[in-house]
C-alpha cells in the first residue's frame, strides 16, 4: 500500500525550507548532536568518577542494541508523519493531541537542558587554552558566551549552511577517537588487556540504571533526522538510512574508545583516575602516549565538540517551538520562519536569550561549570529524551494498532512492542538509580528535584492540551499535523504551494 504525501500548505513563512539535506547531512546532524568527542572525554570520565562504576562500555553496546530495535518502528512510522517536532508529533498522532502537547514541553525543557549544559563544558576546556595562549586566566564564562554569540547567529542562517560547518568539525573529532582508541590499545596497563568493563553482568548490579541512561546520554541525536524530516531530501528513504546508521557508528566507536581507556589506565583504576583527574583522564592518555601537541590538539577539538553539538541541539530546540508556534500550542510568532533562509529565526532568538540568562545566573553565582552546568544539565536532559524515545515507542505501537498502512508486521508491530517493553524497563532502572547517576547520596534532594521539575512540566502539557481540546477543538484536532496545522481554524486552504525557499 502506498502512502501519499500530505500536500504542503500554508505559507511559505508558516514552512522550513525543503529539499536541503541529504544522508550525509542527517547524520551531520545526528553525529554532532551527540558529540563523540564530549562524551568520550567529558561524560565518560565523568560518569566513572561519579558513580563509581566499570561499566560504561557495555551500557553504549547494548544502548546500541536497543536502539537499533527502537529506530525499525521509528523510522516506519517516520515515513507517515513528518514533523519538525518529532517526539511531539508522534505521541499526538499515536496516542493522543494531549499526550503530545505533554511531549513536546518535556521535549523543550530536556533539550534546552542538554543544550546548556554543553556552555559548562566549553567553558571549563577552553579557559586554559586561553590562558596558555595569552597569558590570561580567564574565567569560565568569557569562552562560554563567545560560544553563545556563535550559536545565536547561526540558529538564523540556512540550516545547509550549519550542515556544512558541523561536517568540517565532526571529520576531526572522529579521527582523533579512532586514533586514540587505537593508541590505548597499543599501550595497556601493567596488568595487560582486560575485558572485565565489557562485561555484561555489570548491568545487573546495583546503579546499573545509571549506566544505562549514560549509555543512553552519549547516544541522544540520533533521532535528529525525524526533526530534520521536513527539510531532507526524499524522507521516507534518508531518513531510516541516517538514523541507523547513526546508532551504529556511535555504538561502535563508543564502546571500543571507553573499553580503550580502561585498557590503557587498567580496569581496576579508571574510576580512581576519573575521580582524581576528571577529563584529565583523557588528555593525559593524549600527551603521555602521543605527545603534547597531539594533546593540544585534542583540546581543541573538544572544544570545537562542543561548539558542533551546541549549534545542533539548539537548532533542535529551535525546530520543536517553531512546530509548536506553527500548531498554534505556543504563540504564533514562533511558527514563522526568515524568507531568506528558512531557518527559524524567533524561535531560535529565543532560546539564545534562554541560554544567556542561565548563563548569567551561572557566573554570578560561581557555580561549578563541569559538575553544577555540563553534567547536571546533561544527565537530567538525557533522561528526559529516554522518557520521550520510550513514549515515541508506545506511540508507535498505538499508530500501527489502528492502521498497519501496508507495514510489515515486524516493523509496525513486534519490533515497536519489544523496543517498548526494554525501555520502559530502561526507563524505570533510571528512576531508581537516579542518585547514583547524578553522583549524590540517596538523602540529596537533587534527585527528586528533577524529577518533579518533570512531573510539573507534564502536569502542565496535559492541562494545556485539555484547555486546547475544550476551547479550540479544531486546534486540537490539527495538533501533529505539521504543515497542514499552519492553517488558521475556519480559513479556507490555499493551493499547495510546489517549492520552497531556497
Same mark, same amino acid.
Given at each position: 500500500?502506498?502512502?501519499?504525501?500530505? *500536500?504542503?500548505?500554508?505559507?511559505?513563512? =508558516?514552512?522550513?525550507?525543503?529539499?536541503?539535506?541529504?544522508?550525509?547531512?542527517?547524520?551531520?546532524?545526528?553525529?554532532?548532536?551527540?558529540?563523540?568527542?564530549?562524551?568520550?572525554?567529558?561524560?565518560?570520565?565523568?560518569?566513572?568518577?561519579?558513580?563509581?562504576?566499570? @561499566?560504561?562500555?557495555?551500557?553504549?553496546?547494548?544502548?546500541?542494541?536497543?536502539?537499533?530495535?527502537?529506530?525499525?518502528?521509528?523510522?516506519?512510522?517516520?515515513?507517515?508523519?513528518?514533523?519538525?517536532?518529532?517526539?511531539?508529533?508522534?505521541?499526538?498522532? +499515536?496516542?493522543?493531541?494531549?499526550?503530545?502537547?505533554?511531549?513536546?514541553?518535556?521535549?523543550?525543557?530536556?533539550?534546552? +537542558?542538554?543544550?546548556?549544559?554543553?556552555? $559548562?563544558?566549553? +567553558?571549563?576546556?577552553?579557559?586554559?587554552?586561553?590562558? /596558555?595562549?595569552?597569558?590570561?586566566?580567564?574565567?569560565?564564562?568569557?569562552?562560554?558566551?563567545?560560544?553563545?554569540?556563535?550559536?545565536?547567529?547561526? $540558529? %538564523?542562517?540556512a540550516v545547509d549552511l550549519n550542515s556544512k560547518f558541523l561536517a568540517v568539525l565532526l571529520a576531526a573529532e572522529m579521527a582523533i577517537i579512532v586514533i586514540f582508541s587505537a593508541s590505548n590499545l597499543g599501550h595497556p596497563a601493567e596488568g595487560g588487556f582486560s575485558l572485565d568493563a565489557l562485561d555484561p553482568t555489570l548491568l545487573v548490579a546495583?546503579?546499573?540504571?545509571?549506566?544505562?541512561?549514560?549509555?543512553?546520554?552519549?547516544?541522544?541525536?540520533?533521532?535528529?533526522? %525525524?526533526?530534520?524530516?521536513?527539510?531532507?531530501?526524499?524522507?521516507?528513504?534518508?531518513?531510516?538510512?541516517?538514523?541507523?546508521?547513526?546508532?551504529?557508528?556511535?555504538? &561502535?566507536?563508543?564502546?571500543?574508545?571507553?573499553?580503550?581507556? %580502561?585498557?590503557?589506565? @587498567? #580496569?581496576d583504576q579508571i574510576v580512581a583516575a576519573a575521580r582524581e583527574a576528571d577529563i584529565g583522564v583523557f588528555f593525559g592518555l593524549v600527551a603521555e602516549q602521543m605527545g603534547p601537541t597531539v594533546a593540544t590538539t585534542a583540546e581543541v577539538l573538544l572544544v570545537t565538540s562542543v561548539v558542533a553539538a551546541a549549534i545542533s541541539f539548539h537548532n533542535?530546540?529551535?525546530?520543536?517551538?517553531?512546530?509548536?508556534?506553527?500548531?498554534?500550542?505556543?504563540?504564533?510568532?514562533?511558527?514563522?520562519? /526568515? *524568507?531568506?533562509?528558512?531557518?527559524?529565526?524567533?524561535?531560535?532568538?529565543?532560546?539564545?536569550? &534562554?541560554?544567556?540568562?542561565?548563563?548569567?545566573?551561572?557566573? !554570578?553565582? =560561581?557555580? =561549578?561549570?563541569?559538575?553544577?552546568?555540563?553534567?547536571?544539565?546533561?544527565?537530567?536532559?538525557?533522561? $528526559?529524551?529516554?522518557?520521550?524515545?520510550?513514549?515515541?515507542?508506545?506511540? &508507535?505501537?498505538?499508530?500501527?494498532?489502528?492502521?498497519?498502512? @501496508?507495514?510489515?508486521?515486524? /516493523?509496525?508491530?513486534?519490533?515497536?512492542?519489544?523496543?517498548?517493553?526494554?525501555?520502559? +524497563?530502561?526507563? %524505570?532502572?533510571?528512576?531508581? /538509580?537516579?542518585?547514583?547517576?547524578?553522583?549524590?547520596? *540517596?538523602? #540529596?534532594?537533587?534527585?527528586?528535584?528533577?524529577?518533579?521539575?518533570?512531573?510539573?512540566?507534564?502536569?502542565?502539557? !496535559?492541562?494545556?492540551?485539555?484547555?486546547l481540546r475544550s476551547s479550540r477543538p479544531e486546534l486540537y484536532r490539527r495538533i501533529g499535523d505539521g504543515p497542514r496545522a499552519a492553517i488558521e481554524e475556519g480559513a479556507a486552504e490555499p493551493e499547495p504551494v510546489q517549492e520552497a525557499v531556497r
Amino acid at each position: 500500500m502506498s502512502v501519499t504525501p500530505q *500536500p504542503m500548505v500554508g505559507s511559505i513563512a =508558516d514552512r522550513l525550507a525543503a529539499d536541503r539535506l541529504g544522508v550525509m547531512g542527517l547524520l551531520h546532524f545526528s553525529l554532532t548532536a551527540a558529540t563523540p568527542l564530549t562524551v568520550i572525554a567529558g561524560v565518560t570520565v565523568t560518569g566513572w568518577a561519579l558513580t563509581g562504576q566499570l @561499566g560504561i562500555p557495555v551500557a553504549f553496546a547494548v544502548m546500541g542494541a536497543i536502539l537499533v530495535l527502537f529506530s525499525i518502528g521509528y523510522t516506519t512510522m517516520a515515513r507517515h508523519i513528518s514533523n519538525a517536532g518529532a517526539f511531539y508529533a508522534f505521541a499526538a498522532k +499515536g496516542l493522543s493531541p494531549v499526550v503530545g502537547v505533554t511531549a513536546s514541553l518535556i521535549a523543550l525543557v530536556a533539550y534546552t +537542558g542538554l543544550s546548556i549544559g554543553l556552555y $559548562g563544558l566549553l +567553558g571549563q576546556a577552553a579557559a586554559p587554552l586561553i590562558e /596558555s595562549a595569552t597569558g590570561w586566566a580567564a574565567p569560565w564564562w568569557v569562552p562560554a558566551l563567545a560560544l553563545w554569540a556563535l550559536v545565536a547567529v547561526l $540558529g %538564523t542562517r540556512a540550516v545547509d549552511l550549519n550542515s556544512k560547518f558541523l561536517a568540517v568539525l565532526l571529520a576531526a573529532e572522529m579521527a582523533i577517537i579512532v586514533i586514540f582508541s587505537a593508541s590505548n590499545l597499543g599501550h595497556p596497563a601493567e596488568g595487560g588487556f582486560s575485558l572485565d568493563a565489557l562485561d555484561p553482568t555489570l548491568l545487573v548490579a546495583s546503579g546499573a540504571g545509571a549506566l544505562l541512561v549514560l549509555g543512553f546520554l552519549g547516544m541522544i541525536g540520533i533521532e535528529m533526522p %525525524t526533526v530534520y524530516a521536513e527539510e531532507s531530501k526524499n524522507p521516507r528513504r534518508t531518513v531510516r538510512i541516517a538514523t541507523v546508521l547513526a546508532i551504529l557508528i556511535l555504538a &561502535v566507536l563508543y564502546t571500543i574508545a571507553a573499553w580503550s581507556m %580502561t585498557v590503557a589506565v @587498567g #580496569s581496576d583504576q579508571i574510576v580512581a583516575a576519573a575521580r582524581e583527574a576528571d577529563i584529565g583522564v583523557f588528555f593525559g592518555l593524549v600527551a603521555e602516549q602521543m605527545g603534547p601537541t597531539v594533546a593540544t590538539t585534542a583540546e581543541v577539538l573538544l572544544v570545537t565538540s562542543v561548539v558542533a553539538a551546541a549549534i545542533s541541539f539548539h537548532n533542535t530546540v529551535a525546530r520543536y517551538a517553531f512546530a509548536l508556534g506553527r500548531e498554534n500550542v505556543l504563540p504564533r510568532s514562533l511558527g514563522r520562519t /526568515s *524568507p531568506s533562509t528558512g531557518a527559524p529565526a524567533r524561535s531560535s532568538l529565543v532560546q539564545s536569550a &534562554v541560554a544567556l540568562i542561565v548563563l548569567v545566573v551561572y557566573a !554570578v553565582a =560561581d557555580l =561549578d561549570p563541569l559538575v553544577d552546568l555540563f553534567y547536571l544539565f546533561g544527565t537530567s536532559g538525557g533522561f $528526559g529524551i529516554l522518557m520521550l524515545v520510550t513514549l515515541a515507542s508506545a506511540a &508507535v505501537v498505538a499508530f500501527f494498532a489502528r492502521d498497519g498502512r @501496508g507495514e510489515t508486521a515486524w /516493523s509496525s508491530r513486534w519490533a515497536p512492542v519489544l523496543s517498548t517493553l526494554i525501555l520502559l +524497563g530502561v526507563t %524505570t532502572m533510571a528512576v531508581v /538509580s537516579f542518585p547514583d547517576l547524578l553522583g549524590v547520596g *540517596p538523602d #540529596s534532594p537533587l534527585p527528586t528535584a528533577v524529577l518533579s521539575i518533570y512531573a510539573a512540566v507534564a502536569v502542565i502539557g !496535559v492541562v494545556w492540551g485539555l484547555i486546547l481540546r475544550s476551547s479550540r477543538p479544531e486546534l486540537y484536532r490539527r495538533i501533529g499535523d505539521g504543515p497542514r496545522a499552519a492553517i488558521e481554524e475556519g480559513a479556507a486552504e490555499p493551493e499547495p504551494v510546489q517549492e520552497a525557499v531556497r
